[in-house]
C-alpha cells in the first residue's frame, strides 16, 4: 500500500514539472475542461469510491487549497477529518479495557446453570438465595461480617 502511495506522489510531482514548460494558455484550457468534467460528475446519481490512496492525495491536496477552493471538493471538510481520524485510529491502537460488568466467574456459572437443572421451579430470586448456601466459597461473604 505505501508502495502504491509513494508511485501515485511520483506521478504527480512529475505531472507537476510537464505543467512547468506548458503554455498559460494550456494550463487555462485544460483548468477550463476540467471545470466542466467535474460539473458533469456531480450531477450523476453514484457516490464515487476513493481507495485510501486517492484519500490520501486528496488531503494532502486539500491543505495547499486556499478555503475558498475547498468548497469547490466533492468531498465535505468533515468527510477531511474522519479520513484523518481514520488513519490516526488505525496507527495508535492499544488494549483497551473493557467496559462494564465483569464477567461471572466459570465456577459460579456452572453452579447457577446446574441449581437451574436440578430444580426447574426455582427462579433466579431462590437461585440467588441459595448460592451462598451451597458454596461459601464461590461468593464472597457480604460486607460488613467478619
Given at each position: 500500500?505505501?508502495?502504491r502511495?509513494?508511485?501515485l506522489i ?6 507537476w ?14 483548468i ?16 464515487p ?11 494532502a ?20 477529518l ?5 488513519v ?8 483497551r ?10 465456577a459460579v ?18 437461585i440467588a438465595?441459595?448460592?451462598p448456601?451451597?458454596d461459601?466459597?464461590?461468593?464472597p461473604?457480604?460486607c460488613?461480617?467478619?
Open positions: 500500500m505505501a508502495l502511495l509513494l508511485y511520483f506521478l504527480r510531482l512529475a505531472g514539472l510537464v505543467l512547468l514548460v506548458r503554455s498559460e494558455t494550456s494550463k487555462d484550457v485544460e477550463l475542461m476540467l471545470r466542466q468534467q467535474l460539473a458533469v460528475l456531480r450531477r450523476q446519481v453514484a457516490r469510491r476513493l481507495s485510501w490512496a486517492d484519500r490520501a492525495m486528496i488531503t491536496l486539500a491543505r495547499l487549497l486556499p478555503t475558498a477552493g475547498r468548497r469547490r471538493l466533492f468531498v465535505t471538510p468533515g468527510t477531511l474522519r479520513w484523518h481520524a481514520d490516526v485510529r488505525r496507527r495508535w491502537t492499544f488494549k479495557r473493557r467496559q462494564g460488568r465483569p464477567p461471572t466467574r466459570a456459572r456452572s453452579l447457577v446453570l446446574r441449581m437451574a437443572r436440578e430444580n426447574p421451579l426455582w427462579g433466579y430470586r431462590r438465595g441459595e448460592l448456601v451451597w461459601t466459597a464461590l461468593v461473604p457480604p460488613g461480617s467478619s
